[in-house]
């Protein structure tokens, strides 16, 4: 059975983070396996505070799972500070690991940080190099890329952006685009983009949705193997 590890928070709530994760490896059939990067509290109506670990136990939880179990694929999610986001890069680059996604959570639904603004320079210098797919979402892009996003062509413009700054694979996710009634997702792999669109359910319902699809992407790589050189 192939084998995914997250690095990721706990959400009390159940529907985010390391627990929307484990679910997603499970109903996709890897192994699910977890480094703790915080606790948070939430439930539907918020984030209610937010524990980060010291840097040390989330090294310690990585070097467990890679000097034993093995890592076929890797998700990041939410990492709260740059030194938890360093200790991340620096074990991806001990073991090797390639098969790496990054979802940069920064903010809740809700509006809590769930990343500190100065880490959001770490993040972009250590991990975005590293990381076979990248998954932000309109916000996020935003951040990262310090332009607004409106138009696909925005969308575009932002994609080359974060490609150039070392990952490989973009997906700009669409779920905040909600003037339109479809979510459009854009993929950019450095050469060629493609949209992806569904109608959009109309729901508040949405917490967890990112984490969820970062997940799958995870366990669908963990069982592949990265075969197109133009991808690596
Ligand atoms: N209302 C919706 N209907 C259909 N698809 C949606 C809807 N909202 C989000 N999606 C899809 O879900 C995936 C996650 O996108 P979204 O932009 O919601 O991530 P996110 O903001 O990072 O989520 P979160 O921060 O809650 O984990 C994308 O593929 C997006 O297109
Ligand atoms: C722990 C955690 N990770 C990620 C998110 C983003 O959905 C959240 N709300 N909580």
């Keep these: ?28 059939k890897v192994f699910g396996m977890s480094a703790l990067t915080a606790v948070t509290a939430q439930n539907t109506l918020g984030v209610q505070g937010v524990f980060p670990m010291e840097a040390e136990v989330v090294a310690e939880q990585i070097q467990s799972v890679g000097e ?43 509006g809590a940080p769930l990343l500190q603004q100065e880490a959001v320079s770490a993040l972009k210098n250590h991990l975005l190099p590293l990381c076979f797919v990248i998954t932000p979402n309109i916000p996020e892009a935003e951040v990262l890329t310090r332009m607004t996003i409106h138009s696909p062509d925005d969308k575009k413009e932002a994609a080359r952006r974060i490609h150039a700054l070392g990952a490989k694979n973009i997906v700009i996710k669409g779920g905040h685009d909600v003037n339109t009634n479809e979510a459009v997702d854009l993929l950019f792999n450095g050469a060629d983009f493609e949209f992806f669109s569904v109608p959009r359910i109309e729901t508040k319902n949405t917490h ?17 193997y990265l075969y197109m050189t133009r991808y690596l």
Excluded: H, Y
Aim: with cysteine; hydrophobic share 50%.
């Design 208 to 224: 967890g949705t990112g984490c969820t699809f970062s997940a799958a992407i995870t366990a669908q790589l963990a069982k592949v």
């Design 68 to 110: 034993d179990i093995g890592v076929d694929a890797l998700k990041t999610g939410m990492l709260f500070n740059a030194e938890i986001i360093e200790t991340v890069a620096e074990k991806i680059k001990r073991f090797a690991w390639d098969k790496v996604v990054v979802d940069p959570v920064m903010i809740a639904k809700g």
């Design 1 to 28: 059975m192939e084998k995914a590890l997250t690095i990721a928070g706990s959400d009390s709530g159940g529907g985010a983070g390391i627990q929307a994760d484990l679910k997603t490896f499970q109903e996709l």
